[in-house]
């Protein structure tokens, strides 16, 4: 069975640079694409960053291009999420998410994944 664990999240400052971990498993971990999604109270879900299963390839939403920086180490089962340069618009509960592509391409949207974390709050206070 498939579990996904965030952690790393909590109160930053503006401008910090918290590191999110998502422990993998239950899976083939390098088999799986990952994926990074935030949801801020009273919005829909949506995507962050997203790396392919060797991690050869990369998207990120523009909201976060230049700051956040996504990771892997299929070694040790785990994703990253490397976040710099807060601020207040990026507190949300973020969530990792996992799924085996149909294709090349890296998912982007909330249905392209199936297996989700429980998330973990990012709070950033001025």
């Known amino acids: 069975q498939a579990q996904l664990v965030e952690s790393g999240g909590g109160l930053v400052q503006v401008g910090g640079s918290p590191r999110l971990s998502c422990a993998a498993s239950?899976?083939?971990?390098?088999?799986?694409?990952m994926g990074w999604f935030r949801q801020a109270p009273g919005k829909e879900r949506e995507f962050v960053a997203a790396i392919s299963r060797s991690g050869g390839k990369i998207e990120y939403a523009d909201s976060v291009k230049g700051r956040f920086t996504i990771s892997r180490n299929n070694i040790k089962n785990t994703a990253y999420l490397q976040m710099n340069s807060l601020n207040p618009e990026d507190t949300a509960l973020y969530y990792c998410?996992?799924?085996?592509?149909?294709?090349?391409?890296?998912?982007?949207?909330?249905?392209?994944?199936?297996?989700w974390g429980p998330g973990t709050q990012v709070t950033v206070s001025s």
């Open positions: 239950g899976l083939t971990f390098n088999t799986y694409i």
């Open positions: 998410a996992a799924d085996i592509p149909p294709s090349l391409r890296v998912g982007v949207s909330v249905g392209d994944y199936n297996y």
